[in-house]
């Protein structure tokens, strides 16, 4: 089954603490992303991934930091220097050099932090 | 500064009714457009997209038509189930560079029995 997931779904942390969220795709994308939704803001994206080994800052990357040494991972760490934290964090991939761009979603973690 | 916009946060409708949700976006350069449909606690996933060639597609009880002079696009619901009440983002992209999406804020759209 090819598929997105993210884990955990749920993550509590004291704030100061760094916390890495998990993002694993089977589905052979090349390019990953992270993005981040509160309330009436949509989603807003972090950081992004096209090839492994490299990656771009989105639009809100202050406080974030990514890795990508795998195709299939890219993980997200959410650093103490992230200002307001808490959100729902949503993780996507895409194939690269299709005409279309849909990105399909994981599951999504839910980050309270206090 | 948002170039997708959904100015309408929640809809409702009822059941059997058409639903009609609306998206404008300022950057004339977004080139294909996408809806897609979330439910609580879950991500996204893809409802159906239009290409910048095409002022309409339609997949089942879903269309979406795109007026590329007024910078706006609307995805219909015909007809609305309850099945179908969930947050629904439009998104757009342009075909350049990393052909990121850009998502509006979503618009809540709830069908009544």
């Known amino acids: 089954d090819g598929g997105i997931t993210q884990s955990p779904k749920y993550l509590f942390r004291k704030e100061g603490q760094n916390v890495t969220l998990s993002c694993e795709q089977n589905l052979n994308h090349d390019a990953m992303y992270w993005y981040r939704q509160d309330p009436g803001q949509g989603l807003r994206l972090i950081y992004y991934?096209?090839?492994?080994?490299?990656?771009q800052k989105g639009d809100i990357a202050e406080g974030y930091s990514v890795s990508r040494e795998k195709k299939e991972s890219f993980p997200l760490t959410v650093t103490s220097a992230q200002k307001n934290p808490t959100a729902f964090y949503l993780c996507?991939?895409?194939?690269?050099?299709?005409?279309?761009?849909?990105?399909?979603f994981g599951p999504g973690t839910r980050l309270t932090v206090t | 500064d948002q170039q997708v916009k959904q100015n309408s946060p929640s809809l409702s409708v009822q059941e059997g009714r058409i639903s009609i949700l609306n998206c404008d976006y300022t950057n004339s350069m977004f080139d294909y457009f996408l809806w897609y449909k979330k439910y609580p606690a879950e991500g996204p996933t893809f409802l159906i997209s239009i290409s910048s060639i095409k002022d309409k597609n339609e997949d089942g009880r879903f269309t979406v038509f795109l007026n590329k002079s007024a910078k706006h696009l609307s995805l219909h619901i015909v007809p609305s189930q309850p099945g179908d009440s969930a947050v629904y983002f439009c998104?757009?992209?342009?075909?350049?560079?990393?052909?990121?999406?850009?998502f509006g804020t979503g618009t809540r759209l709830t069908v009544i029995p």
């Open positions: 998104a757009a992209s342009a075909h350049t560079g990393a052909n990121n999406l850009f």
């Open positions: 996507a991939s895409r194939t690269s050099g299709s005409i279309d761009y849909e990105q399909y």
């Open positions: 991934s096209q090839i492994v080994n490299d990656f």
